[in-house]
């Protein structure tokens, strides 16, 4: 895998300590001790770091405990952090199989930032895509309905367009897009209205709800949802859970063959979402969907940095399913990428 840079920079260094932790799905308190001290330490000077770190009194400040002032400590003093170095030694080669695969990728089609429900800003989420190789990464939010997720307004999505072009001021070329990942409710109603989802780049529409419903009900929710004239992209369609803090679910019941034909007939790609906990769709869905002619994104649907580099997981099963480069979206230019959008 590629390492993250750290460069001398302590805040960096603690980053990098996050980003392995999260790859490595470790306690959530540990990630966050690390991500708060980074935060903190970012309001200072790098003066003031590097003379708290020479007097041994970063610990005085609030977020910042004893393993976390070690590693500022060791890159200041140009030591290497025991702990930052440990990490890498373990994360050193990809997640999953599917290398060949994951190298043709060019950027991620859904990811989430603290403007939702993930754990990381914009601009440490685009950083990291940057850092892991990508050319491209849209932001893909989640929608009003999803108020458990912090879903956004029209009007703080539209907000969120300026923090989206300063980071691509910063990041340049890395392009990030402007996405959403929209509610299919339970009439296959979209829960976004149309003159915002042309202001975007990249839709992905996926059901959070109901989702033990009856074959037929889920299968007319599907089809009309991906029938959505700017609708792209089906995320994680069984909706089921394999594994992870929040247990397991089983996946919905649908006709596979109905909305995968009304994903081909509409052009819309069907994602193979790479989080762990989800490994959607199953494999047989997977080589169904291929059997029905459909185009393919491989997601990390992160919502953290560290689980950017996730998609060995979904590389690794599009491999075993025999899906063709050729038929994954997100293996394109951003050019690319925006022309099949607006097909």
Known sequence: MTAI?????????LRAVAFYLERERAESYRVKAYRTAAERLAELGPDEVASRASAGTLTDLKGVGR????????????????????????????????????????????????????????????????????????????????????GLSPDRRRRQFDVITEVNEELAPFRLLRGIEVDILEDGS?????????????????????????????????????????????????????????????????????????????????????????????????????EAGCEFVIDTDAHAPGQLDWQPYGCERAVECEVPVDRVVNSRSVDDLLAWRSR
């Open 5 to 13: 840079p750290v460069d001398g920079d302590p805040i960096a260094a």
């Open 67 to 150: 393993k976390t002032a070690a590693v500022v400590s060791d890159v200041v003093s140009g030591r290497t952090s025991e702990t930052l170095a440990e990490l890498e030694s373990r994360h050193t080669e990809p997640v999953a199989g599917g290398v060949e695969l994951r190298a043709a990728l060019r950027g991620d089609c859904h990811t989430h930032s603290t403007w939702s429900d993930g754990g990381s800003d914009i601009l440490e989420m685009a950083r990291t895509a940057r850092d892991l190789g990508h050319a491209w990464m849209v932001l893909t939010d989640h929608s009003e309905n999803l108020t458990v997720a912090n």
């Open 190 to 290: 979209i829960d976004a209205p149309d003159d915002l989802l042309e202001e975007l780049d990249l839709v992905v529409a996926s059901v959070h709800s109901k989702l033990r419903a009856p074959s037929q009900e889920m299968t007319a929710r599907m089809v009309c949802g991906v029938s959505h004239p700017l609708v792209d992209v089906l995320g994680h369609c069984t909706g089921r859970l394999v594994t992870g803090g929040r247990g397991t679910r089983p996946p919905s019941t649908f006709d596979a063959e109905a909305v995968f034909d009304a994903c081909l007939e509409n052009g819309v790609a069907v994602e193979i979402n790479s989080r762990p906990e989800r490994l959607d769709p199953p494999r047989d869905l997977l080589r169904q969907a291929l």
